[in-house]
């Protein structure tokens, strides 16, 4: 035990920075996704809307502003602790920032690749954050809505906004973000969530385990999430949007072959944590046996064999 007096006796002296942003993937994050998530997958994906259920809506996008600050904290925290200050004006955008110093941590780190991704989710924070105004015409009855024209007012949206959105679809060019308000959901979260993974994982290789991390505790059917890797892999399993589940799967391809080899090995990193017979993503799981959805091979303890959890418990006399 300690000495409790020595302890209060004297002043002990420590420096504390103050990067509360990280603390939200943490503990608010996995919630908000939940309560999404809940809503999501009541959606009827055969049919178009001109916006999401609300509760959905505003889970969605309370979660993806939450992120985008975490984003910037760990971006803060990385500098602080490399002795760097953080560039001012446009120089010193988190996106240009980050990509930058990856780059010269990691030869040959695709940055401009990796700022344009980061960028989009800044786009669709602003969209959020600077509520940008849109005039929706629908006409209804008691049966439909229908959206017949939409627009946004031109005083929102600043230039990285234009560089990044396709204004005739209503979304980001490279990840598909809804910029309309009232349509972002679910999927742009989970999107906004496997790019904070993606940073994550390479910020490991670049600068050390820990630099950019969360402990995501969450309890699933009596399984705790270890990592964020973990968690997207849940709800990937259960995507009820089959067309989402084949965008997250092409796109997690394109992201290994551009980020492969920035990432640490093994599987954590939703984008390689992919089957090792077929290369289908989501393969280990939070249950201890690990088994691949397209292919079906399984991975697990062997015995007397039978593919098992763990080892049952023997008796010794
Ligand atoms: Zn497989």
Not at 300 to 308: A, D, P, Y
Request: with cysteine; net charge positive.
């Amino acid at each position: 035990m300690y000495n409790v007096v020595a302890m209060t006796d004297r002043n002990h002296k420590q420096k504390i920075i103050t990067p509360i942003g990280a603390n939200f993937v943490e503990f608010i994050v996995p919630h908000l996704m939940a309560e999404a998530f809940t809503a999501y997958k009541k959606r009827n994906f055969t049919k178009t809307y001109f916006q999401v259920n609300p509760c959905e809506n505003s889970h969605s996008a309370a979660a993806i502003v939450l992120v985008a600050v975490a984003i910037e904290a760990y971006r803060n925290r990385i500098y602080y602790m490399g002795g760097e200050s953080v560039p001012k004006g446009t120089k010193g955008s988190v996106p240009s920032t980050i990509g930058k110093m990856f780059l010269r941590k990691l030869s040959g780190f695709p940055d401009q690749k990796f700022e344009t991704i980061v960028q989009e989710v800044f786009v669709v924070r602003d969209v959020i954050v600077h509520s940008h105004i849109h005039e929706l015409n629908v006409v209804f009855n008691s049966r439909n809505w229908d959206m017949v024209k939409g627009r946004k007012l031109n005083e929102y949206g600043d230039g990285k906004f234009k560089k990044s959105v396709d204004t005739k679809i209503g979304k980001t060019n490279l990840i598909g973000f809804n910029v309309q308000p009232l349509k972002i959901g679910f999927e742009d979260l989970f999107k906004t969530l496997l790019v904070l993974d993606l940073f994550a994982g390479i910020a490991e290789k670049a600068l050390g385990r820990g630099c950019v991390s969360f402990a995501l505790l969450q309890k699933f059917d009596n399984h705790w999430t270890k990592n964020l890797s973990q968690l997207l892999t849940h709800y990937y399993d259960q995507a009820p949007n089959q067309k989402f589940a084949e965008w997250v799967e092409s796109f997690s391809k394109g992201l290994r072959e551009d980020f492969g080899s920035f990432l640490p090995d093994g599987d954590d990193c939703f984008i390689t944590n992919t089957c090792p017979k077929c290369s289908a993503l989501g393969f280990h799981k939070l249950e201890e046996v690990w088994r691949c959805n397209a292919c079906g091979v399984k991975l697990g303890f062997k015995l007397n064999g039978i593919i098992t959890s763990k080892p049952l418990n023997q008796d010794h006399e």
